[in-house]
């Protein structure tokens, strides 16, 4: 995990809302929304890329600060 980098919702249509990343995320900043996962606090993300490795649909990338 490189420092400076945040997760970002990449593809929000191709979200199921399966939940699958927010199971995963260990600083629980992921929920289930309406329609697509969102986020609950950017700040509090690690950079992990736990999220990204496990969705299915790949909605979610972690990217460095500067990309956003």
Not at 34 to 40: F, G, P, R, T, Y
Request: one cysteine or more; aromatic letters at 2%.
């Amino acid at each position: 995990m490189a420092r400076g980098e945040r997760i970002q919702i990449a593809h929000p249509g191709w979200c199921k809302n399966c939940g699958i990343c927010v199971s995963v995320c260990p600083t629980d900043i992921l929920i289930t929304g309406k329609k697509s996962v969102e986020i609950l606090d950017l700040e509090k993300c690690i950079g992990c890329h736990n999220c990204e490795l496990i969705c299915p649909d790949f909605v979610l990338k972690v990217v460095a600060n500067d990309e956003n």
